[in-house]
T-cell receptor
């Protein structure tokens, strides 16, 4: 069965530092993988997604993620953190069975940015 | 496009009362999802529809919860009777198809006293 595990419920980095949010997935079929961001008091917003093709995926706001099948990982990175990146980030995998499909979300990682 | 529209944005009610949450998906989207978010349980998928038909309602907590999608532009999530443990933020999301990107509404913050 498909699932995702986000390592670290809270990550804190300094402004300008590298952001690394970890996500590992399990899937018996080629997965679709997503990163969503949730700002305070708002709904989730797609950052980026991997379906097929290039394993390095670039998203909005300078974020990118790399699909590594051998490591079953889809970690999210950003070279230089901004204060505006403070939010909660969710990794998700698409679960497919028979003719139906749904996205399974991880438990989320709260990113804090220190001035 | 206005995005996914949810109403009300906030709801405060007393235990035992009926609560109805409403959602208008993005025009042209075929799939609609209802989620619940709490500190304790995180983001949970309650039910989703494809072409107005419920596909998977295994996330609905119990019989007090029901959801309908009478047409492509409207869905409701009803709780009857409501209980304090139902207090949460309820999100509606829509997507062009089941495997496509989901677009979330702003959520309804429900407080049951």
């Amino acid at each position: 069965a498909q699932s995702v595990t986000q390592l670290g419920s809270h990550v804190s980095v300094s402004e300008g530092a590298l952001v690394l949010l970890r996500c590992n997935y399990s899937s018996s079929v080629p997965p679709y993988l997503f990163w969503y961001v949730q700002y305070p008091n708002q709904g989730l917003q797609l950052l980026l997604k991997y379906t097929t093709g290039a394993t390095l995926v670039k998203g909005i706001n300078g974020f990118e993620a790399e699909f590594k099948k051998s490591e079953t990982s889809f970690h999210l990175t950003k070279p230089s953190a901004h204060m505006s990146d403070a939010a909660e980030y969710f990794c998700a995998v698409n679960k497919t069975y028979s003719s139906a499909s749904k996205i399974i979300f991880g438990s989320g990682t709260r990113l804090s940015i220190r001035p | 496009d206005a995005g996914v529209i949810q109403s009300p944005r906030h709801e405060v009610t007393e235990m035992g009362q009926e609560v109805t949450l409403r959602c208008k998906p993005i025009s042209g989207h075929n799939s609609l999802f209802w989620y619940r978010q709490t500190m304790m349980r995180g983001l949970e998928l309650l039910i989703y529809f494809n072409n107005n038909v419920p596909i998977d309602d295994s996330g609905m907590p119990e019989d007090r919860f029901s959801a309908k999608m009478p047409n492509a532009s409207f869905s409701t999530l009803k709780i009857q009777p409501s209980e304090p443990r139902d207090s949460a933020v309820y999100f509606c999301a829509s997507s062009p198809g089941l495997k496509e990107t989901q677009y979330f509404g702003p959520g309804t913050r429900l407080l049951v006293l």
